[in-house]
């Protein structure tokens, strides 16, 4: 089990944020690790903020990795491998099929549901 807790903070113009916590209260610069389709990410920083006791994460998100669908990046430990977090950019035409496909879903579902309602105010009166 890994002594470091990342938790995100925010996605703010291009660079995902978090704060890293070290269980023992570790005081050593801790490595990270970020990968897109198991290539390593360059640009990774880690900066002390000793006025929180903690270290923030900053993963710069490459626009060459940006294109249609669902992008993954997994941060993790790469002394024990373990995943610390993960997160994922969704863009592109591909996604806006998938939105407006699932719409139609759910407004044919909610019709059938109105008819069914209606239908049941009628028999029960």
Not at 22 to 36: C, E, F, L
Not at 101 to 106: F, N, T
Request: aromatic residues 4%.
């Amino acid at each position: 089990m890994s002594t470091m807790n990342l938790t995100k903070t925010r996605l703010f113009e291009g660079v995902w944020e978090g704060v890293l916590t070290m269980a023992d209260g570790g005081k050593s610069q801790p490595s990270i690790r970020v990968t897109h389709l198991d290539q390593p990410l360059d640009g990774i920083e880690v900066v002390e903020d000793r006025a929180q006791a903690h270290w923030v994460v900053r993963v710069p998100i490459p626009a060459r990795l940006l294109s249609d669908g669902v992008q993954t990046f997994l941060i993790s430990d790469p002394d024990t491998g373990e995943k610390l977090a993960s997160f994922a950019v969704l863009a592109g035409d591909a996604l806006g099929d998938d939105i407006r496909a699932e719409m139609d879903l759910l407004r044919a579902e909610l019709d059938m549901l109105k008819r069914a309602f209606r239908r049941h105010c009628v028999e029960t009166m």
